[in-house]
C-alpha cells in the first residue's frame, strides 16, 4: 500500500501548496504544527475554511499510529509505530540517567528509526534480519519526535539516529527532516544536540561534513582491523577501514566536533585486548570518545557479550592510552532496547493481535 498523498511533514513551509493566500500562512500553518502540536487540519482555526479544505485534500496528516508502549517515565521507554503502509518502525526514549552524554537530570533523549528495516546486514543487528523495505520519508522521522512527545508528555531535548536503518543511506530525506528538526520555526532542536550515527558510508560522511549543520556523528565500528570488522560487517568490503577513517578524519577536520565511536562488544569476536589497542589508536587520531555497548542479545542470532572482567579489561587498554571511553550498560536490555527488536516480535507476531493502547 503506497500512501498517495505527502505528509505536511514532508515539506518545508516553502514548499507547501496552500491554494492561495499570502505568505504568512506558512508561518501560522508551521505554528499549529510545531509548537501548538494540533492533532488535525480542522483545529488550524485561524485558517481561511477553504484553506483548510484545500489542505485536507491535498495531504495527509498523520503519519504514524502508535502500537504500542513499553517502559515507564524512569526508564528506557520503547514506542512502536504503523506507518501509513502499514509497516513497522520503532523509537526508544532515554532519559538522562541512561543518556549517552551523561547530561542533566530533565533531559530526554530520542532514538529515531530512518529506514523500514536495512540493507546492510550487520550480523549482531536485529534491524537487518528481514532485509530492507523502504526509506522514511521526511516527515515520517520528524513524526517520530513529535508523537513521541504527545505520547509520553515529555519534552525531548536530545536526538540520536541510532533506531533502525542507515540513515546515511537514506541522505536527502534525513537532510530535510534535519533542517525540519533544527529550524526556529520547527522542532528547535540544536544541531549540537543532534547525533547521526553510520555503519561506515565513507562517500556520505564526505558530504555531512561539506552542509552546514553542526551535528555529531558517531561511527559503529564495531572491529578494530578490517579482518574482524568484516566479519561481522559485510559493508566493510565496500568502504575497508583506511577509506572510512579517512572519510572521518576530514569529517572532524572540517567540523572540529568529537566525534563517537560505538564499540559492541562480542564474546570471542571482537573483544581481543589487540582490537582494544588498535581501538585506541583509532580514537586518538581522530579525537574520538568510545562507546563501549556490550552485546544486547538478539533472538535468533548466537552472539554473547562477555563478562564483566572482559570488559573491564578492554576499557582499562583505552583508558591507559588517554581514551575518554564509557560502557553503555543498558537498563533497556529487559525490554529489548537493541533497536529493531520490538519490530522483529511484531513481524513475528504479525498474525496475531498486538495490544492496542
Ligand atoms: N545504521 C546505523 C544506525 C542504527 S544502529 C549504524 O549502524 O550506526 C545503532 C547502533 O545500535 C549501532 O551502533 C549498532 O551497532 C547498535 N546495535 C545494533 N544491534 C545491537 C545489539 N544487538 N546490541 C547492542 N547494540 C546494537
Ligand atoms: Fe543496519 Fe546499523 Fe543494524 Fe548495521 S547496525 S544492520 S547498518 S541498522
Known amino acids: 500500500m503506497k500512501p498517495s498523498r505527502p505528509l505536511l511533514l514532508d515539506q518545508l513551509p516553502e514548499e507547501w ?28 482555526t485561524n485558517l481561511p475554511a477553504a484553506m483548510r479544505q484545500h489542505l485536507e485534500a491535498t495531504y495527509d496528516f498523520a503519519a504514524l499510529k502508535l502500537t504500542k508502549l513499553q517502559g515507564s517515565h524512569d526508564t528506557t521507554r520503547k514506542l512502536l509505530w504503523e506507518l501509513r503502509t502499514g509497516d513497522y518502525i520503532e523509537s526508544v526514549l532515554i532519559p538522562a540517567s541512561l543518556d549517552l552524554f551523561g547530561e542533566r537530570s530533565d533531559r530526554f533523549t530520542l532514538c529515531v528509526s530512518t529506514q523500514v528495516g536495512c540493507a546492510y546486514g ?23 519526535i513529535i508523537e513521541t512527545e504527545r505520547a509520553t508528555k515529555v519534552r525531548i531535548n536530545n536526538l540520536v ?14 537532510m530535510k527532516a534535519l533542517n525540519i528538526i533544527n529550524a526556529e520555526w520547527g522542532v528547535g532542536i540544536g544541531a549540537r544536540h543532534i547525533t547521526v550515527s553510520t555503519s561506515g558510508l565513507a562517500p556520505q560522511i564526505r558530504e555531512l561534513a561539506e552542509q552546514p549543520l553542526q551535528i555529531r556523528l558517531a561511527l559503529s565500528l564495531h572491529g578494530a582491523t578490517d579482518e574482524v570488522r568484516q ?3 559485510p559493508v566493510n568490503r565496500k ?38 589497542a588498535m581501538l585506541a589508536k583509532h580514537a586518538r587520531r581522530l579525537h574520538a570518545k568510545v ?49 529493531g527488536q520490538l519490530r522483529l516480535k511484531q513481524l513475528k507476531a504479525d498474525s496475531s493481535e498486538v495490544a492496542a493502547i
Request: glycine letters at 6%; hydrophobic letters at 40%; proline letters at 3%.
Open 17 to 44: 501548496d496552500l491554494g492561495a493566500g499570502p505568505d504568512y500562512r506558512r508561518k501560522q500553518v508551521a505554528e499549529w504544527l510545531f509548537e501548538k502540536r494540533a492533532n488535525s487540519v480542522a483545529e488550524m
Open 122 to 144: 550487520c550480523k549482531f543487528c536485529a534491524s537487518g534480519l528481514e532485509g530492507w523495505k523502504r526509506n522514511l520519508t521526511a516527515g515520517e522521522i520528524v513524526a517520530q
Open 161 to 174: 539516529f541510532m533506531g533502525m536503518g542507515e540513515p546515511l543511506a537514506n541522505y536527502a530525506n534525513l
Open 231 to 233: 566479519q561481522i560487517m
Open 239 to 276: 568502504y575497508p577501514l583506511a577509506e572510512l577513517l579517512a572519510a572521518c578524519a576530514e569529517y572532524q577536520e572540517k567540523k572540529r566536533k568529537m566525534m563517537t565511536l560505538e564499540y559492541i562488544l562480542i564474546e570471542g569476536v571482537n573483544d581481543s585486548l589487540d582490537q582494544a
Open 291 to 339: 562507546n563501549l555497548i556490550p552485546y544486547n542479545t538478539v533472538e535468533g542470532l548466537e552472539w554473547r557479550r562477555p563478562s564483566e572482567s572482559v570488559i573491564d579489561q578492554f576499557e582499562d587498554v583505552l583508558k591507559a592510552a588517554k581514551i575518554t571511553a564509557t560502557v553503555r550498560r543498558e537498563k533497556g536490555h529487559d525490554i529489548d532496547a537493541a533497536c
